[in-house]
């Protein structure tokens, strides 16, 4: 990474990270951009903001117009929403010109190139900017997966070819990737980097291998996601929601697929299978078949899900929306709630329960625990008071239904009974077992477990179809997401109940399957493991790492921010579940990762991990 300043002289003074050195690099100031679709037009638009004079090339003169209004819809937006003034925009776009003649590229220090994902198409007009562009001018892609190398070579002027990967929505995302070959000149190198600073983005430089950084962790995640989905494991509105509620992602993946495009994403995941032969970037078949039947996700208005028009961002319903009450099965009725333990989760679910209206029978392993999780739950309830998001009386009401006991026979007249004891297969055996000769029979019997398989509990009962999941996020009070996982067994009337019961409670419940991980920990963990690959590979630092899913995708925290947080031991034990249960190869922990764990670094909790933490 470079850090650049302007001199008065305008020729940009240079400090590299790691040396004394000194150099003036380029300034440009009239740069082309090759297709204005997605991309490009955002491209555009984003070297025109920094006041570059822009050259903005289209096959045809609709092409050229409908690029051109791609650049007027965002110049828009951003006005209307106060981020730009009109004259501003008004000078910006008077910098673009607008053309479908490649040869008025000739002035062009830098062209990026931005057009469909194909390599044959990219060659061909690489070969054909070569001889229509100065001696010295840049030649970039904005490939997402394409060898940067096989493309330097179709032109006589290797060394000046270069990555230059803008995420999606370029306007608004910071990251580039910059992407130097193995013949790269240095300074080539230098000047986009200065280039990038100059256009307010974050860069980080890293060598020709498909996927980059972020793609190479992001479309793994992705493909698996589309293949949930084609399994019908989950619906798309489900692991959308998932992911943004369970990770706080800002999209859901099967959305971010409409938005990057049905046909990129189907290039991109195949490079990336053809380079790396890793069997989970082979492109799920649904993709193909999107891409087939002209569903391109939000430019051509469907995808995965049906857009309000072209290019519009605004989902509107279709077939596969589901409709709000259309299980046509007589629920249950739940009013009184029992909840098994006295741990983190256990505390969170009583007081959630309790906040919406619900008697709770809360029942531990000794009295003083009775005391400890009424201690707890008042002063977390104390705080929301305190906070303004709970009023007195709401408290008083709150704390006046739950009691506590520490005898199991308590929960006998119990709806709903949810147990969040120990992670362990034979103890909630026997508690289901217990609990299936002491709770009523029209009872429902849920387990928050993250990791074992529910079906497990449901067979340790003589009421197999009554029993469900339901995998709470930690803390239970603030994190918005439940896993309703049903098994093979579970009645539909059991299941729609406690879906409502979750919309009773202000959450937004998501049905799955019961395989390991459920939705959010089998997409979120192999993601993980792929960072810490990457990583043992020497491809990027951990800090690089962090930084593009961060500042390129909006992720909240970087891969090994997020392990170091989880604990590198329970994230190898995650990992090792939906290793052993799918038996995938690609799931196979990372051996940094088993390394770290054994070295004792678990992350946050011993001060050290990927990262280290001041004590
Ligand atoms: P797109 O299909 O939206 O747009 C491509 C545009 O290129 C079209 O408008 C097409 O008319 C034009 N085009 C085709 N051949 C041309 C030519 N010879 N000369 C001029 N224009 C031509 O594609 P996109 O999603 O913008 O992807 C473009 C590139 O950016 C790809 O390499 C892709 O991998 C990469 N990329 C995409 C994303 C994303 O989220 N979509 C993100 C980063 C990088």
Redesign the pocket.
């Given at each position: 990474m470079a850090i650049s300043l302007t001199s008065r002289s305008n020729e940009r003074l240079c400090l590299t990270a790691n040396s004394e050195e000194r150099y003036v690099a380029r300034v440009f100031s009239k740069v082309g951009v090759?297709?204005?679709?997605?991309?490009?037009a955002g491209i555009a638009e984003v070297f025109a903001r920094s006041g570059l004079d822009v050259i903005a090339?289209?096959?045809d003169d609709a092409?050229v117009e409908?690029?051109r209004s791609h650049v007027e819809d965002s110049t828009g937006r951003a006005l209307s929403r106060g981020k730009l003034d009109e004259a501003d925009r008004t000078a910006m776009l008077e910098r673009i010109t607008f053309t479908s003649s490649?040869e008025d590229l000739a002035e062009a220090e830098l062209v990026v190139?931005?057009?469909?994902?194909r390599m044959e198409?990219?060659a061909?007009?690489f070969a054909r900017l070569d001889k229509i562009l100065p001696p010295d001018a840049i030649l970039a892609?904005?490939?997402?997966?394409?060898s940067v190398t096989q493309l330097s070579v179709v032109t006589g002027r290797p060394s000046k070819v270069i990555g230059l990967?803008?995420?999606?929505p370029a306007p608004v995302m910071k990251l580039v990737e910059v992407i130097r070959t193995v013949v790269t000149e240095p300074q080539v190198v230098e000047d986009v980097e200065a280039l990038a600073a100059q256009l307010g983005k974050t860069d980080v430089t890293v060598g020709d291998k498909a996927g980059f950084i972020a793609n190479a962790l992001l479309f793994g995640y992705l493909n698996h996601a589309v293949s949930m989905y084609e399994q019908r494991y989950a619906t798309r509105e489900d692991i959308d929601a998932a992911m943004k509620l369970g990770c706080g992602l800002p999209m859901g993946p099967l959305a971010l697929m409409d938005?990057?495009?049905i046909?990129?994403a189907y290039?991109?995941l195949d490079t990336m299978y053809r380079q790396g032969r890793d069997r989970l970037h082979a492109p799920s078949p649904i993709i193909r078949q999107l891409m087939i039947a002209g569903r391109?996700g939000r430019?051509s208005g469907r995808g995965f899900y049906s857009y309000e028009a072209e290019g519009s961002p605004k989902v509107v319903d279709d077939d596969l929306t589901p409709h709000v009450g259309s299980a046509d099965v007589d629920l249950r009725d739940i009013r009184s709630v029992g909840v098994i333990g006295s741990g983190t989760m256990a505390t969170g679910i009583i007081e959630v329960f309790a906040k919406s209206g619900y008697d709770v029978l809360f029942v531990t392993r000794g009295r003083e625990k009775v005391t400890m999780v009424d201690k707890a739950v008042a002063r977390s309830l104390e705080k929301a008071v305190q906070r303004g998001k709970l009023s007195e009386q709401d408290r008083t009401d709150a704390q006046g239904r739950i009691t506590g006991s520490i005898s199991l026979d308590a929960l006998a007249d119990c709806d709903l009974v949810v147990e969040a004891v120990v992670e362990e297969l034979s103890v909630k055996q026997a508690l289901f077992a217990n609990l299936d000769e002491i709770v009523k029979r029209e009872a429902i019997l849920a387990t928050t477990t993250s990791s074992l398989p529910v079906i497990e509990c449901a067979a340790a009962t003589s009421r197999p179809g009554s029993v469900i999941g339901m995998h709470f996020f930690n803390p239970a009070t603030v994190m918005k997401l439940v896993e309703v996982v049903t098994t093979v067994a579970t009645a539909p009337e059991v299941a729609a109940t406690v879906r409502a019961v979750c919309g009773t409670l202000d959450k937004q419940p998501v049905s799955c399957g019961d395989r390991s991980g459920f939705i959010v920990n089998a997409l979120l963990f192999p993601y993980l493991n792929d960072a810490v690959k990457m990583l043992q590979a020497h491809y990027a630092t951990a800090d690089d790492i962090d930084s593009a899913m961060k500042v390129g995708c909006g992720y909240p925290m970087g891969p090994f921010e997020l392990i170091d947080t989880v604990g590198l031991d329970v994230s190898l034990a995650i990992q090792r579940e939906l290793y052993l249960e799918f038996r995938e190869p690609g799931f196979a922990p990372a051996p940094l990762l088993e390394q770290l764990v054994t070295a004792g670094y678990l992350g946050r909790k011993t001060g050290r991990g990927f990262h280290v933490y001041p004590s």
């Open positions: 090759v297709g204005l679709g997605t991309m490009g090339v289209e096959v092409a409908r690029g490649l190139e931005a057009i469909p994902e198409l990219k061909d007009v892609t904005n490939t997402s997966s394409l990967h803008f995420f999606n938005l990057i495009g046909d990129t290039e991109i391109l430019k």
